[in-house]
């Protein structure tokens, strides 16, 4: 079954596999409630419109809080199906490539996204199929919708294979101070090239992208350099102030590279539109990448200064004092 003293390496193969899998459950799980809570949106009739367009009660659909948890349900799951896409390329060129050296920067890159696909995308999942319910109002907390029993079969995603926290682990140990952060900040160096490109455009949804996705990427680099800076031999610093932030610089992780998977596709979308092809997807692929620049992760800056100024909050708690 293999060499002696390699079986935690073939291991981790499996392991690979199966993290990745879950997270590929979390996002098809999500994708379902999405479809569900559109369903009841389109037929569920309650209140008129704030903009006065009807005279009496309309679909809930109509009502923009209802659209913007539909909109935040969509990006999330588009934004992970990306993520885990590009992470099974890689996959495939480790394995396929001729070249040794590209096949190798494959490997890496692979290994890197694999504890987001399953960390970043299963937390997600909660939150999606959570939104789902919401969506469903009281119809979705009984039970004869279905609402609820995709929360709860997204509740286990995030604990078995290994919980948030140990794909947090992961990717902070293993994937990053390892290498003193390298592979993050190559991984940064690309997404400064979409930078580029998004800057070239002269679109108010890809100048929109250009800013969040930026300000997202200079935050994960002070959060690669916090975590491999405080875990680097001679360091002063403690562990624990590390690893009081490992779940969120997961998630924030997780946030920037599907998000910047997103503004890849907005650029492709906007070519595709220009040249007249599936025009009703294209729009919706711009306006949704555009969603998640401004409502997800915009939120990267703050996670990142609760990572690198908001440890105390968690280290000085005495044990006795819970
Ligand atoms: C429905 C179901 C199916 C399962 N199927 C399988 C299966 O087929 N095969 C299999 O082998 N296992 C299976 N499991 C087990 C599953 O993988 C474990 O439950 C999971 O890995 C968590 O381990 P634990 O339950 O021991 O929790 P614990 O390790 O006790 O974790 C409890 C809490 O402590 C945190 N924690 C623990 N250690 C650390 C740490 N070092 N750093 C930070 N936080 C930490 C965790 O994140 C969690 O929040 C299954 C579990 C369930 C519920």
């Not at 390699?6 to 459950?25: P, S, T």
């Not at 390329?89 to 504890?115: I, S």
Request: aromatic share 6%.
């Amino acid at each position: 079954i293999g060499q002696e003293n390699r079986g935690l390496e073939y291991m981790f193969v499996m392991m690979n596999a199966a993290r990745y899998a879950v997270g590929l459950q979390g996002i098809a799980v999500a994708e379902r409630a999405y479809q569900k809570a559109v369903a009841y949106a389109r037929d569920r009739v309650q209140s008129r419109p704030v903009d006065g367009s009807m005279n009496a009660a309309a679909t809930i659909i109509h009502h923009p809080d209802v659209k913007r948890m539909l909109m935040t349900m969509r990006a999330q799951i588009e934004g992970c199906r990306a993520m885990a896409l590009v992470a099974a390329a890689a996959q495939d060129a480790a394995h396929a490539h001729p070249e040794a050296a590209v096949r190798k920067q494959n490997q890496v890159f692979y290994e890197f996204l694999v504890p987001l696909v399953k960390g970043f995308s299963t937390e997600m999942s909660i939150a999606v199929t959570s939104l789902g319910v919401q969506v469903h109002g009281g119809m979705g907390f009984i039970e004869e919708t279905g609402a609820a029993q995709y929360y709860r079969d997204a509740r286990i995603l995030t604990i078995y294979e290994g919980t948030t926290a140990i794909q947090a682990n992961d990717l902070i140990g293993r994937k990053t101070a390892r290498d003193g952060g390298a592979t993050a900040r190559a991984i940064c160096e690309q997404i400064q090239g979409t930078e580029a490109l998004l800057a070239a455009r002269g679109s108010d949804a890809a100048r929109a992208m250009h800013k969040r996705l930026s300000a997202a990427r200079r935050a994960l680099l002070d959060v690669v350099a916090f975590v491999a800076g405080g875990l680097a031999k001679g360091s002063q610093d403690s562990p624990n102030a590390v690893f009081a932030g490992s779940v969120p610089y997961l998630l924030l992780a997780g946030n920037v590279i599907a998000g910047w998977q997103m503004a890849r596709a907005l650029l492709v979308a906007e070519d595709q539109l220009a040249a007249g092809v599936e025009v009703d997807f294209m729009r919706a692929k711009i306006t949704t990448a555009r969603f998640y620049g401004d409502h997800i992760l915009s939120q990267v800056p703050g996670v990142r200064d609760s990572i690198v100024e908001g440890a105390a909050g968690v280290t000085e708690m005495a044990l006795e004092a819970f």
